[in-house]
């Protein structure tokens, strides 16, 4: 379990990022314009690529972690 001084794993953090944006899918099917599948597809991609520029610049720009 994740603590204020042990960050949440990336993956947790891109996971809640999905969920999220089901549940703005989900509160606009109720609404007068809902989201079509692929503007629903879309968001979830935009998602998955903002994580895979976050691993990316990581992975380039390792951090020295102290004992």
Do not use: C, I, K, N
């Amino acid at each position: 379990m994740a603590t204020a001084l042990e960050p949440r794993p990336l993956a947790d953090l891109e996971m809640d990022s999905v969920l999220a944006v089901e549940a703005a899918w989900e509160q606009r099917a109720h609404g007068l314009r809902p989201w079509t599948t692929q503007e629903f597809l879309d968001a979830v991609a935009s998602v998955h690529a903002r994580y895979a520029l976050r691993r990316e610049w990581l992975r380039r720009h390792p951090q020295g972690v102290e004992p």
